[in-house]
């Protein structure tokens, strides 16, 4: 059973900067292919960036694509969500997943993919 667990949400202002954190444990990370979800009250859970299981592929959406980073340290078991330029429509709550994988190079972009989550963080952007 792997656990997630978020951190470094917070309240910023459109412009600027913020890292999230995911620690994983409870099984052997760089097993996992990893991905960002972001969800907005009253609306469905939607992929920000996948990224594999040694971290050289990774996939982004449109909507962050050029502003967030995704990277991983499997030797300290954790997943990074770097993002720049923000803005009040990425304002949500910030979930990381886990799936275990078998092999290298697809990406997985639907909740139901994902076998594991965090208990997500809130980013609030302001204007």
């Not at 907005?40 to 990774?58: A, N, Q, Y």
Request: hydrophobic letters at 30%.
């Amino acid at each position: 059973q792997v656990q997630l667990v978020e951190s470094g949400g917070g309240l910023v202002q459109a412009g600027c900067s913020l890292r999230l954190s995911c620690a994983a444990s409870g099984g052997l990370f760089i097993n996992y292919d990893m991905g960002w979800f972001r969800q907005v009250p009253g609306k469905e859970c939607e992929l920000g960036t996948d990224i594999g299981r040694i971290g050289s592929s990774t996939y982004y959406v449109d909507s962050v694509e050029g502003r967030f980073t995704v990277s991983r340290n499997n030797a300290k078991n954790t997943l990074y969500l770097q993002m720049n330029s923000l803005k009040p429509e990425d304002t949500a709550v910030y979930y990381c997943s886990a799936r275990r994988v078998y092999s290298s190079g697809a990406h997985y972009t639907t909740p139901g993919e994902y076998e594991y989550w965090g208990q997500g963080t809130q980013v609030t952007v302001s204007s």
